[in-house]
């Protein structure tokens, strides 16, 4: 019993200290953000800003154009969170669970897809959607990131579903429940954590991507968050203040979806349910 | 109680709309089509296209006014001859190859380490790191490359700074992008930070879905803590592990961003790797044809590298299917 | 016919339906009663708001069914996003280049020859040469010139009194005068008198151009690189001798840091931009506190009195081939470079407008390199120059000269190959 409240400490404090090291960037950034100008780039860093400043913060959100930028964001990243879920978990357990012809197939394609790189499609992308009068609209948009984080969900989602073991939802069947209500009871509350998982590498995918946006969206009422933080940056030199304050809000929305994801979902990440 | 008995009671409290047997016979052999069809609706139908042309690009004599003008010269597999018969073409692809092996061994062990840690951490500090590591996650990834930059400056560079504090020599006005060696292993360090998250929250929640009692009859058989690991844990998580070797194999060996961005958009040739050659002769020489033949052969050579993983995981699949 | 092929030709044939449709607002002169949307991109932080909306509303007073949708265009990456967008179907009609881009994207028939209609633009007589030069590949005109950046030297006005100096007026008097100031502040391990990155090129040309060199001559339709010419050479060594005496900037690293290094006040003079004094002095970037302490001088030449030859940048006003307003972007174009609008640039805007006949409104500080650029020179006019900018053949070269990774000779003949083989590739 000792040893186990040793070892427990031991673990919390190595925990703690990884922490620390994984955390002094984004400390460092938001400490950027609340520093005035001189402490920004200084030659003997500045640990804690000697008076916080919200001007770099205010500067951020009085970009022109700032609220549409979050619109437009939300209205992409919640759609194409809400639509490739919903796909890719289908997907998954029709990979996982059945044989049939072209299995094969669809796996090597999914997998396939990921290896070429983005950037060398940005060309082919906005031709094609040039031709379909796609070019500086959303669902565009839309349609790239979804096409892009599917192959991944897809495939990492497969990992989830076949770790379910089959006799569960043997017994489930035995029980006299249908494959497809066998599949919604059992299947679906034990991939929960990969459904969070993944729904995350989604919304981060589609929230953080750039090259695609800026040159798909030239209205500046179209454009998304990605292309208003590149806005710190003119030929006049970059505002590090505002891109650390931009960059520090940009990423708060993916943090407060983790958190509302983990706790309404059974079992999330943070939970660690499935255990008895 | 474990997870088997919770599901069935779960699903003997549900009720039965089973339908006849031969509409069931039906259903299994088109519900599997059913399911994937959105999703290859979706893939195909956006990347369909542009795959096919940048495979054409390829094959084409393409710069600007070709661009503009939607008139390629077809020629060939010169693209290919040209990139491959260039030493330094081959010198970056060799550089490629090293840094991904350095980069997905070095995030999937330090990744692994932290998904077991989290297993056993108490509840306070489990939710403070995976939220932590969510946070790193999130963080855009340019503006996040340009803290790095900061942190290693050589003349604002806290890690500089810091070095020689804590009396590791003097590392005042210290250049860490004069040595490629050096300036690798910085961009290494940042890629493995933007990647450990992912890693090891994947890996964490597939943790959770190893029976616990599984674990505890091992333990209750003496077996150590390692070997709990190497014989219940990866046997189970295997085709976890075998995805995330593989998609962290691709995604490491396109960097792309941690040099650009890094280097001010304009690294020197010491710090090519392909994604960034590709992209050079792209959108900075306008050689359209040879950046789509670097990126061809980009994909090329994952196949080849990922062929293992890849049939690996058919052959699981075929496995597991019922 | 290939399947690509035939749908390009379709595309093709509905850019040519609808060029076709838009002919009316094609003729020469505009007549006010034009409809339609005028697409304009501007790069972020290039024209004031206010300008903006003053061109706009004159705009509007005359063609009162035209709808200006002026779009900000941000820096990075923004060769791929011209790129693309020359190569799809809608095209802005009026896009803003950097002025080392535009033979780029002419040669390569993406913007519009305006060259017979050159007279009809405000003070086109009194444009800035070096910019008209960027605007003209093979004798015809592409753009209009709309502002222009040159460098001098900003300097610390209470260093150099407390080392009791005065601002060079040579190149051997700006060694005198940093090597005092490095004596004055030797206890100081981080001062620079002179504060040069090893890769800031366009510090660098003058010296070049001042001893008589160049980057690459034009003969014919063939270029030689020149930069290992003994006069540039002799630049570069002059160039050399200052940095490693003055500077202790990041041999290998480049300008986009230094007025905060500056503004750390560890440094006492660097080569900058005009606009660079406000970043200096900006409460978010800089130190308020420098505003009364700033000074500048123009790089100077090595014969006594005179100055150096230094870079024009700026922006240029183009007109995409493929718009389908060609007379109505003139239109705009020339407001925005004309007398009315130019003159709120300088003054509002604080850059150097595109006619000499407007660079006396400079005032201040601004004047000072607003004189620098009337001896101003432009990078070798090719459409390849853009891949040697790429290729950093000319910073590379720098730097392995102030690293002595190799000597001035080894160094700019390698470089003098490379640029000849890019730009007559």
């Known amino acids: 019993m000792r040893r186990r409240t040793v070892s427990r400490t031991f673990y919390d404090a190595l925990g703690l200290l990884i922490f620390a090291v994984m955390l002094f960037p984004i400390y460092w950034m938001v400490s950027t953000a609340l520093k005035p100008g001189k402490e920004i780039l200084s030659l003997t860093p500045v640990w804690f800003p000697s008076h916080v400043t919200f001007d770099n913060f205010r500067t951020a959100i009085n970009v022109p154009f700032f609220w549409n930028d979050v619109a437009n964001s939300l209205i992409v990243v919640l759609t194409v969170v809400g639509i490739s879920i919903v796909l890719a978990f289908f997907a998954a357990v029709s990979v996982a669970r059945f044989g049939f012809r072209g299995r094969t197939a669809f796996i090597v394609m999914i997998i396939a897809v990921q290896m070429v790189p983005l950037n060398a499609l940005v060309i082919p992308v906005y031709l094609l959607l040039n031709q379909v009068g796609q070019v500086d609209s959303l669902p565009g948009v839309i349609a790239y990131y979804l096409a892009i984080v599917l192959p991944f969900m897809v495939w990492t989602l497969r990992g989830f579903v076949a770790n379910v073991p089959v006799d569960l939802e043997e017994a489930a069947m035995v029980d006299g429940a249908t494959r497809v209500g066998a599949f919604l009871r059992i299947v679906f509350p034990l991939v929960a954590p990969g459904l969070v998982a993944t729904a995350i590498y989604g919304f981060i995918q589609a929230w953080n991507e750039y090259i695609i946006a800026y040159v798909l969206l030239s209205s500046n009422s179209k454009q998304t968050l990605t292309i208003w933080l590149a806005s710190f940056t003119t030929q006049h030199g970059t505002d590090w203040g505002g891109l650390m304050a931009g960059a520090t809000l940009t990423a708060l929305p993916v943090v407060v979806f983790f958190l509302i994801v983990q706790r309404h979902v059974a079992g999330g990440l943070t939970a660690g349910a499935v255990k008895g | 109680m474990g997870v088997a008995g919770d599901a069935r009671a779960r699903v003997t409290a549900g009720t039965n709309i089973e339908a006849g047997p031969s509409r069931h016979v039906i259903a299994r052999t088109l519900l599997p089509y059913v399911l994937i069809a959105p999703a290859v609706v979706v893939i195909a139908g956006v990347l369909g296209y542009p795959l096919a042309m940048l495979l054409w690009l390829s094959t084409q004599h393409y710069g600007l006014r070709e661009l503009f003008q939607h008139q390629g010269e077809f020629v060939g597999l010169a693209n290919f001859a040209t990139i491959l018969g260039d030493s330094e073409f081959r010198h970056v692809v060799l550089i490629s190859v090293v840094f991904t092996v350095v980069n997905v061994g070095v995030s999937m062990l330090i990744a692994t380490g932290i998904a077991l840690l989290l297993e056993r951490l108490s509840r306070p500090v489990r939710i403070l790191l995976s939220s932590g590591l969510v946070l790193v996650w999130a963080t855009p990834v340019i503006p996040a490359i340009n803290l790095w930059q900061w942190m290693f400056d050589y003349e604002f560079g806290v890690v500089n700074w810091l070095l020689t504090h804590l009396g590791a020599g003097n590392y005042i006005h210290h250049n860490w992008f004069e040595n490629p060696l050096q300036g690798f292993t910085v961009i290494t360090v940042i890629v493995v930070w933007g990647a450990i998250p992912f890693l090891a929250l994947m890996l964490y929640a597939g943790l959770t879905q190893v029976p616990r009692e599984l674990v505890e009859a091992a333990e209750i058989d003496g077996a150590r803590p390692w070997q709990v690991f190497a014989m219940v844990t990866v046997p189970i998580l295997r085709p976890l592990f075998l995805i995330l070797f593989s998609l962290s194999t691709i995604w490491d060996f396109q960097v792309f961003n941690q040099v650009w961005v890094l280097l001010n958009q304009r690294p020197s040739k010491d710090y090519f790797l392909i994604s960034v050659y590709s992209f050079q002769e792209s959108f900075r020489v306008s050689k359209f044809g040879l950046g789509a033949a670097a990126a061809v052969v980009m994909v090329a050579i994952l196949l080849v590298v990922t062929f293992v993983y890849v049939r690996q995981t058919v052959r699981l699949t075929t496995e597991e299917a019922v | ?298 790089i100077p030449s090595h014969t006594p009195g005179q100055t150096a030859p230094v870079f024009l940048g700026g922006s240029d006003l183009a007109i995409a081939a493929h718009s389908q307003h060609q007379a109505l972007a003139r239109e705009w174009v020339g407001l925005l470079g004309g007398t009315k609008f130019q003159s709120q640039m300088v003054t509002v805007g604080g850059v150097i407008p595109n006619t000499t006949s407007l660079v006396s409104l400079s005032s201040g500080l601004p004047a000072i390199f607003a004189a620098a650029a009337k001896n101003s020179r432009f990078t070798p006019n090719s459409p390849n120059w853009a891949n040697v900018e790429s290729a950093n053949v000319l910073q590379d070269m720098l730097v392995s000269i102030f690293t002595s990774k190799s000597t001035i000779p080894d160094a700019t003949s390698a470089a003098s190959n490379k640029i000849t083989n890019i730009l007559n590739s």
């Open chain 3, 1 to 298: 016919m290939n399947p690509r092929k035939l749908l390009f030709s379709v595309v093709t044939a509905f850019a040519l339906l609808a060029t076709a449709c838009g002919g009316n607002s094609n003729a020469t002169t505009t007549t006010g009663n034009e409809t339609g949307t005028l697409t304009v991109w501007l790069m972020n932080g290039s024209a004031p708001q206010s300008v903006v909306d003053g061109v706009n509303a004159d705009f509007k007073a005359k063609h009162p069914n035209v709808t200006v949708d002026v779009q900000i265009q941000q820096w990075s990456d923004v060769t791929t996003k011209l790129d693309t967008a020359f190569a799809g179907s809608t095209p802005p009609d009026v896009v803003e280049l950097g002025n080392t881009l535009v033979a780029k994207y002419a040669a390569n028939t993406a913007l519009a020859d305006i060259t017979s209609k050159k007279g009809s633009f405000e003070n086109s007589g009194t444009w800035l040469q070096s910019l008209t030069d960027s605007c003209t590949y093979q004798g015809k005109l592409y753009c209009v010139p709309y502002y222009a950046g040159s460098r001098a030297i900003i300097y610390r006005t209470d260093m150099f009194a407390a080392a009791g100096v005065q601002p060079p007026t040579s190149i051997d008097d700006l060694l005198t005068v940093g090597q005092k100031l490095m004596t004055k502040y030797s206890s100081d391990p981080n001062f620079s008198a002179l504060y040069f990155p090893g890769k800031y090129w366009y510090a660098a040309a003058p010296f070049v151009w001042d001893f008589g060199g160049d980057i690459a001559t034009q003969s014919g339709s063939k270029w030689q690189g020149s930069i290992n010419s003994s006069q540039s050479q002799q630049g570069l060594s002059t160039l050399n001798n200052l940095v490693s005496k003055l500077s202790r900037a990041d041999k290998t690293g480049d300008e986009l840091k230094q007025d905060q290094a500056f503004a750390q006040g560890h440094i006492a003079m660097i080569v900058a931009n005009g606009w660079e004094v406000g970043v200096i002095t900006d409460p978010k970037a800089g130190d308020p506190s420098l505003k009364d302490k700033l000074g500048a001088f123009p």
